[in-house]
């Protein structure tokens, strides 16, 4: 049986309330008070001096490199994205489709549209919808969001590697032009950070008062700000000694490339939550979807290995069977949906059918193991981290890459009035802000996801009632349905009070859908 007393997501829920504390921000800034105060030690390292290293060339730390490039107070700051990798552009669009997809939000979409970047994503290739319908596959319930009822869009469907290359292609005009304070290197791949002189960091040799940054070419760089944006299994936050809360799911995605039976305008993301874990199915054209299939690892390992004929059967069965409900499950579900049809005839949203899957893409399935982690700390001194380097969620609500993108618009907006009032980019007492108001979104959100997932993992009659009735009431009523309608635009994003004036039972289109979290909250202080 579910139990919200023991779900390892309060154990975050705890950090966001520890982190508010006044008393450990003083702590924290006392430890790193000698090396704010003390002046510059004379280097004798010829090596130049970056104000910001940026340190991992997805999506996020392109965007985050583009995003300092384009500040109007950043300008003539000297900064430098470093990528291990080769560099990812595209000089036309792919024939077929990749298999990592994101679902990208209105509010991201906006974002990278700031960015330069989202024109040349809409001139390569990417799938918005206008519907969404998650149900259950131990009951009849369902909520499902239909276009007159949210923005034309509720988000788009885009491959990551075209994120990667519009961005890039966007950080090659700012890297080129005539102040050329942006520089990129790739394959660049670090094998040491040493921190300055007087901070704590066990193994930390260095008499610097900047980070430095030491490449497998024996090069050896400095900076004034090193950023973070270098994956979950973040070197940089390793080296920094800052400890996280994490766990495996014990489950495995599946993704993978779907040819549709029969072209179909693909405008709705389908989402049914299965005892073993939730399949979802996103539109990719008329014809191709995206599968992201969370199950065992056991199982996992099956669906890859079998035969085509077999795969598609397995899919289409887990989108139509109803082999795990229950008779008194049905019985009451159906009576309630009675009731609330009586009370509300004009509450409840139509069942549509999901398309069947006829083949699949040649080498397009694969699988990653799930998890969650979390970053307790997302800044030291001279260092922040954004992105899956401070936090990792669970696929089943799409929220990685925007949270990601919420943390580089106000990291951003953190730096460019460090600039502008002339304060060092490094300081504690500024990245502090971007830490506190990005974990007051962020853990919420995080613990929300974690919830969903674990009840959504049980079939125990008891769950599967309460969960169903739950999720029909949230569809029959527009006044919740209402609330996370303006939750899936955006209009709530970053609020940790809208968690509170969301019941449990709606969590689940609260956090299938698509916020992002980034500006909207900062511009709610302003205007409040």
């Known amino acids: 049986m579910f139990n919200l007393t023991k779900s390892k997501a309060f154990v975050i829920w705890e950090q966001c309330r520890g982190a508010a504390k006044t008393q450990l921000r003083a702590n924290r800034l006392a430890l790193n008070g000698a090396l704010i105060s003390r002046s510059p030690i004379s ?18 730390g392109t965007a985050m490199a583009c995003s300092l490039g384009l500040d109007a107070n950043l300008k003539g700051k000297q900064i430098l994205l470093l990528e291990a990798g080769p560099k990812r552009a595209m000089d036309k669009t792919p024939e077929t489709y990749r298999t990592t997809v994101s679902s990208v939000s209105p509010g991201s979409a906006t974002f990278l549209s700031g960015l330069g970047a989202w024109d040349h994503v809409t001139n390569m290739r990417c799938k918005p919808y206008q519907k969404m319908q998650v149900w259950d596959a131990c009951s009849d319930a369902l909520i499902a969001f239909e276009k007159e009822n949210l923005q034309d869009e509720m988000a788009y469907i885009v491959e990551n590697d075209i994120i990667v290359a519009a961005l890039t292609k966007q950080l090659q005009t700012l890297s080129g032009n005539y102040d050329n304070h942006v520089e990129v290197r790739y394959k660049s791949r670090v094998i040491k950070y040493d921190w300055p002189g007087s901070y704590r960091v066990a193994d930390s040799s260095s008499s610097s008062p900047w980070v430095q940054v030491t490449l497998a070419n024996g090069e050896i760089l400095q900076t004034k700000l090193l950023i973070g944006a270098d994956g979950a299994n973040s070197m940089i936050r390793k080296e920094a000694g800052i400890p996280t809360v ?7 995605a599946v993704v993978a490339v779907l040819q549709l039976s029969e072209p179909t305008e693909n405008n709705v993301a ?32 099956e669906l890859l290995t079998q035969d085509e004929e077999s795969f598609v059967d397995a899919i289409n069965s887990a989108f139509w069977s109803n082999q795990n409900q229950s008779e008194l499950t049905e019985m009451a579900g159906a009576l309630f949906r009675t009731a609330l049809s009586i009370l509300m005839p004009s509450g409840s949203s139509t069942r549509q059918l999901p398309p069947s899957v006829a083949g699949v893409s040649p080498k397009s399935r694969m699988a990653f193991p799930l998890g969650m982690g979390h970053a307790t700390e997302y800044i030291r001194h001279r260092m922040a981290l954004v992105g899956d380097a401070a936090h990792r969620v669970h696929p089943l609500a799409g929220q990685g890459v925007n949270l990601g993108f919420g943390d580089v618009a106000y990291l951003t907006e953190v730096l460019s009035q460090a600039a502008f009032n002339g304060k060092d980019l490094g300081d504690m007492q500024n990245l502090l802000k971007y830490e506190t108001e990005r974990q007051r979104h962020n853990l919420p959100m995080m613990t929300a996801i974690d919830l969903l997932k674990r009840l959504y993992s049980t079939n125990t009659e008891l769950a599967v009632l309460m969960r169903s009735l739950g999720l029909q009431a949230t569809n029959s009523l527009p006044l919740l349905k209402n609330q996370n309608r303006l939750a899936l635009a955006g209009k709530h994003a970053g609020k940790l009070c809208e968690l509170k004036n969301i019941c449990f039972c709606c969590l689940l289109p609260f956090t ?17």
Request: proline residues 4%; charged residues 20%.
């Open 43 to 60: 280097s004798s390292r010829s090596e130049k001096v970056y104000d910001i290293i940026v340190s991992g060339g997805g999506m996020v």
């Open 246 to 252: 994490n766990w495996n799911y014990d489950q495995s």
């Open 270 to 301: 389908w989402q049914r939550f299965l005892p073993t874990g939730p399949i979802a199915m996103l539109p990719l054209s008329d014809s191709e979807s995206s599968l992201v299939w969370s199950t065992s690892h056991q199982h996992a390992e």
């Open 512 to 528: 299938v859908g698509t916020t992002t979290g980034f500006s909207t909250s900062q511009r709610n202080k302003e205007e409040g």
